[in-house]
């Protein structure tokens, strides 16, 4: 009996670890704002974003002043800012725009299919380094269509999201816990406790590369939007394959020290 109910917990820390990985990670760098925002601005640092955001700025400038060839003049002045720290604080903005029209119930104005990015403050930015300096009023947006996401559509899933990481993380731990307690050779469930691991690690890495590829299936508009947005996700993404790499070098290592630890004490 007492095998038996070893057996039984160590399956189920071996379960919550695999969903643990994954969930724990979308929930502190996605689900969450802050880690979303800060995620997502590492991507600023990409030539991709930093071309589209450019040309971005420089066509809303062309198309909100009267004076000729503004867009010609800002477009270099928008290539050098894109390049700075600001921009970087401002993409960080920009993203948390995004979280909050993924993760929060839309407002009865909002449009659920149109992601509408506020990018004055980028514009303004780039236009104070202009020969004559000017300052738009007016609120500039970039629209991005979204054909298969919808404003709020994550705000539940976000949720449910972050009870499942809550729940794995210490069912898994209690579970392993109980499982060393009980077992008579303890060294052989650590062992087994770091395949785990190793496991759970390669199930977070094979998620990661799936996530790729549906958010490159997901992107829509142009050509430069669409290779953005993938670059974006990418960037975001990479983080939970390196998180799924150091749980699986981790869990590996445990499991040789366990391995090792049986058979000395089997020997003896």
Not at 3 to 14: C, K
């Amino acid at each position: 009996m007492r095998s038996l109910l070893t057996g039984l917990f160590l399956v189920v820390a071996v379960l919550g670890m695999i969903v643990a990985v994954p969930s724990t990670w979308v929930t502190t760098h996605v689900v969450s704002v802050d880690g979303f925002a800060d995620t997502a601005a590492r991507a600023a640092s990409k030539p991709e974003v930093q071309e589209f955001f450019a040309a971005k700025i420089a066509d809303e400038v062309a198309q909100s002043t009267d004076i000729p060839l503004a867009g010609s003049v800002v477009a270099p002045l928008a290539q050098t800012y894109t390049r700075s720290p600001a921009f970087v604080t401002d993409f960080t903005e920009v993203a948390r725009q995004q979280h909050g029209w993924l993760f929060t119930a839309p407002a009865p104005d909002t449009s659920r299919h149109v992601m509408e990015l506020d990018v004055t403050p980028m514009v303004n930015r780039v236009l104070e380094s202009a020969p004559v300096p000017i300052r738009i009023d007016r609120e500039i947006t970039v629209p991005l269509d979204q054909t298969r996401l919808t404003a709020g559509s994550l705000e539940s899933s976000g949720s449910a999201l972050t009870l499942t990481a809550w729940i794995s993380v210490i069912g898994a731990a209690l579970a392993a816990v109980v499982a060393l307690l009980l077992a008579r050779n303890r060294a052989a469930i650590l062992a087994w406790l770091g395949v785990g691991a190793v496991v759970a690690g390669g199930a977070g890495a094979a998620l990661a590369i799936y996530l790729r590829g549906k958010a490159s299936e997901s992107a829509t508009g142009d050509l430069s939007s669409r290779h953005t947005a993938t670059v974006v996700a990418d960037e975001v993404l990479a983080g939970l394959t390196t998180t799924s790499w150091i749980v699986g070098a981790v869990g590996l290592a445990v499991a040789v020290v366990g391995a090792a630890a049986a058979v000395v004490l089997g020997r003896r």
